[in-house]
């Protein structure tokens, strides 16, 4: 009897030894919490720990080095792992690394800084990227027009753009809600910032919050945005120089045949749109499809493109999930109309039948960028006052990963992309 328990010690002690590295699945059958799992995966690069990307293996899982605090981490969080010992994460990978296989291992080497544009006094559950980024774990700092303009955006490594206008014309929300109290208060502490900041509009400062992002790119960031501030973004960069506020906005009148004046050689995703003039819509131009849209909310959803692991490892990344069909959301800018975007931007999702994309990535410069459409991808149709999402409801939304995928971008040792 003592011999047997003394073998059965030996092994269990020997298993011990060779299990030295942990997975994390995300594959739908397996995983509990997607969500929490990619905090579980920036906590082990906080903690130097080495970590894989298995692109397209049980839905984009992640292999870490073994550790009793990582261990026990994924209990707290209720994140699901299996422990593997060295010849069975070896198997993976050999499988992995087949060339008949549409997978790849990417190395990630540290956990990204993160930065979330967003003026102060918005709570978390105005964006989806901050109750994500809360619900998973992941710090962040916010930052505004004070601190981009004071070149701070230097000291991170991914930035998230909140559901801004950088037209300087308050969302396009004048028509329906001009008389009240929050639309009044939030105009007149965005003229006093650009006052305090040495501009005589808020168009002319949020152009120039628009332009430090722009050369932030350029120089190597990844920038993430969602909703509205997909399209005014390039919107304000395409009328730099241009006035296109009306008096409502600015004090005086637009300039005159700006439709023309528009320099779409400035822009980061979009091209040939036509501006919408009236300050009664609820619209910045062409490029949304909010309005055009014939899809009933029942059978709203948008497909992820495929992509080559090996040879197109990015694009594979950010459209790591376990479906290929995400249910659709709208927002101010719900997705783009496809005869807007510039020959170069690789669409990542779509609904092909109302002709949009719903999700579309970009390089400008030595950084990327990355366009989402939709304001919650929980909340169908998410209004003024409507209450929070609450994640612990949805902890393995598709919709939210597609986010995730995004902040956990910049730490992948990149390859070229092939196509």
């Not at 080495?50 to 992640?62: C, T």
């Amino acid at each position: 009897m003592k011999k047997s328990f003394f073998i059965l010690g030996l092994f269990f002690v020997s298993f011990q030894i060779q299990a030295s590295q942990i997975l994390i699945p995300m594959d739908a059958e397996t995983q509990e919490n997607h969500l929490k799992a990619y905090g579980i995966t920036y906590f082990a690069l906080q903690n130097n720990l080495s970590v894989q990307w298995l692109l397209n293996y049980r839905g984009g899982s992640f292999l870490i080095s073994d550790t009793e605090t990582l261990r026990r981490e994924c209990k707290i969080r209720g994140v699901s792992f299996e422990v593997l010992s060295d010849s069975m994460s070896e198997s993976i990978l050999e499988e992995i690394q087949s060339p008949s296989k549409n997978m790849e291992a990417v190395i990630l080497e540290k956990a990204p800084k993160i930065a979330v544009y967003s003026p102060t006094g918005n709570k978390p559950w105005d964006d989806a990227v901050t109750m994500v980024l809360t619900y998973a774990e992941i710090p962040y700092e916010t930052i505004y027009d004070e601190e981009v303009l004071g070149d701070a955006l230097i000291l991170y490594d991914w930035l998230h753009l909140h559901h801004e206008d950088f037209t300087g014309q308050y969302g396009k929300f004048y028509k329906n809600y001009r008389a009240t109290p929050w639309y009044i208060k939030e105009k007149q502490d965005a003229e006093a910032l650009a006052a305090k900041l040495g501009y005589s509009k808020v168009s002319e400062e949020k152009l120039a919050v628009a332009l430090k992002i722009r050369d932030y790119v350029i120089g190597g960031g990844f920038m993430f945005a969602m909703c509205s501030a997909t399209d005014s973004f390039d919107i304000a960069l395409a009328a730099e120089g241009v006035d296109i506020a009306e008096p409502m906005f600015d004090g005086d009148p637009s300039e005159a045949g700006y439709q023309s004046k528009i320099d779409f050689e400035n822009t980061f995703a979009f091209t040939n749109f036509i501006l919408e003039r009236n300050p009664m819509v609820y619209e910045f131009s062409s490029i949304d499809m909010t309005e055009k849209r014939q899809v009933a909310m029942n059978t709203d959803y948008f497909t992820l493109m495929e992509f080559s692991a090996k040879w197109d490892p990015i694009p594979t990344m950010l459209n790591q999930n376990h479906t290929m069909l995400v249910k659709g959301f709208m927002g101010q800018t719900t997705a783009f109309n496809r005869n807007t975007l510039k020959s170069n931007i690789l669409v990542l999702a779509e609904n092909k039948l109302n002709e949009e994309a719903r999700y579309i990535h970009g390089i400008k410069g030595r950084g990327f960028f990355t366009f989402y459409g939709g304001h919650d991808p929980e909340d169908y149709q998410h209004r003024v006052g409507d209450p929070k999402t609450e994640l612990e409801l949805h902890p393995t939304s598709p919709g939210y990963r597609l986010i995730l995928n995004n902040v956990l971008f910049p730490a992948a040792k990149k390859k070229k992309q092939k196509t």
